[in-house]
């Protein structure tokens, strides 16, 4: 399957033969469990490299949710990159989908989010297979703008619980991947996330969190999704804002600039010679935990070359591209997640430019103070990212 990616109408030409295998695998009450794995492989395959996903394909959907309720909770990791292609791949087709569940008609909106909230209330569950469900909701926010207004509440319920109960959590990890749900929900809407946090009244508690956090975050989507959900609130008046938020602007600002500018500084490294493995995923890196590419890594031809280069062409992320060419599974802790989303298309330091600059056409009375109470290498930086952005290409790549 790897080996024609570079050609993906091959994909539906082979649906046929692969979707009978896959769907006995999956619905067959965990009978063929040592082969899910693989059912996953190839659906993971069939759709994320052609153009879009035919209704047999997607009667798998369901399937996936069922395995994974009754018999298949620990296989979660594989899920996660198929049901993610799904929503992104056709979001104007995933939320009008239902199936039949036990007697009822459920939504496949539903069924994503019975997912995460069966796994961030599972006591059996890893903290790593919970921060991999989050990612799920984010898939939800980023793809389907505008078409979920009515889970964001629930959504919101669901992220705040898991932050009070990670309050005391030695380490970072848990949180951060909640901050980057939040990022995607502000990204959703701004102003209806703000107001679903000041209704729970944790909105300062919520931000001050946040900003602490974001100096420990290490990966490239955590850090990319708190730019892209900062830069998404200054979008709104600052009359509109709740009075913490805008009490809170410059140091916002702050980290807007600091991730911004280690961002810029890491994509640089990779330009100089860095690994890359997905380009615009400078943070891909697995340190002592990277256990190197399959056994075939040193077999080189022109096909593999293509199926690299295509890899290399994805949405910048290390996730579904180490798992279709084969390369161990890792703990989330050490990865990126792939998917497919209009946050493929912002390019950071574009967007950090573009949202401050308006911000300051907009309101400059309030910006000029703001401006004002921001530490002078802050000023600076922005200054610098100003003219690095106006220097680039009119894409932004």
């Known amino acids: 399957l790897k080996g024609i990616c570079e050609r993906p109408e091959l994909y539906k030409t082979l649906e046929p033969a692969l979707l009978p295998i896959t769907k006995q695998i999956l619905g067959k009450d965990g009978d063929f469990i040592e082969y899910l794995e693989y059912a996953l492989d190839i659906v993971t395959f069939l759709t994320y490299f052609p153009d879009d996903i035919s209704n047999e394909l997607w009667e798998v959907f369901p399937m996936i949710y069922i395995a994974f309720d009754h018999w298949a909770f620990d296989y979660l990791n594989l899920m996660v990159p198929p049901l993610e292609n799904f929503i992104g791949k056709a979001p104007q087709v995933f939320i009008t989908k239902q199936t039949i569940v036990e007697g009822k008609t459920v939504s496949y909106v539903d069924l994503i989010f019975n997912m995460v909230q069966k796994t961030t209330a599972e006591e059996r569950a890893s903290e790593s297979e919970m921060r991999k469900s989050l990612s799920l909701l984010m898939s939800l926010l980023l793809n389907c703008k505008g078409m979920i207004d009515n889970y964001l509440p629930a959504i919101n319920d669901l992220v705040l619980t898991k932050l009070g109960q990670q309050a005391g959590a030695d380490t970072p990890q848990t949180r951060i991947a909640l901050f ?12 209806a996330e703000l ?3 000041e209704k729970k009244g944790f909105t300062k508690d919520v931000f001050t969190q946040w900003i602490e956090d974001a100096a420990q975050m290490e990966k490239w989507l955590p850090r990319k999704m708190t730019v892209v959900g900062f830069c998404s609130m200054l979008q709104l008046p600052s009359a509109s804002l709740p009075p913490s938020i805008s009490a809170m602007i410059p140091q916002i600002i702050t980290v807007m600039t600091t991730i911004t ?25 697995y340190d002592e935990d990277f256990e190197g590419f399959g056994e075939d890594e040193d077999v080189h031809s022109v096909t593999d070359d293509a199926y690299l280069d295509a890899l290399k062409n994805l949405s910048g992320h290390d996730d579904v591209a180490r798992f279709l060419i084969g390369d161990a599974w ?4 050490d990865e990126d997640d792939d998917f497919i989303s209009p946050l493929d298309d912002i390019e950071t330091l574009n967007i950090y430019k573009n949202s401050l600059r308006a911000a300051f056409d907009r309101e400059p009375v309030f910006y000029q103070q703001v401006q004002g109470a921001l530490p002078q290498d802050i000023v600076q930086m922005c200054q610098q990212l100003f003219a690095l952005a106006d220097a680039k290409p009119a894409d932004g790549n």
């Open 180 to 191: 980057v749900v939040l990022g995607a929900a502000l990204f959703y809407n701004p102003q």
């Open 195 to 197: 107001m679903e946090l």
């Open 261 to 285: 500018g280690k961002i810029e500084e890491d994509a640089n490294k990779t330009d100089e010679g860095g690994d890359d493995l997905g380009v615009g995923s400078p943070d891909h890196a």
């Open 330 to 333: 890792l703990d989330d802790d």
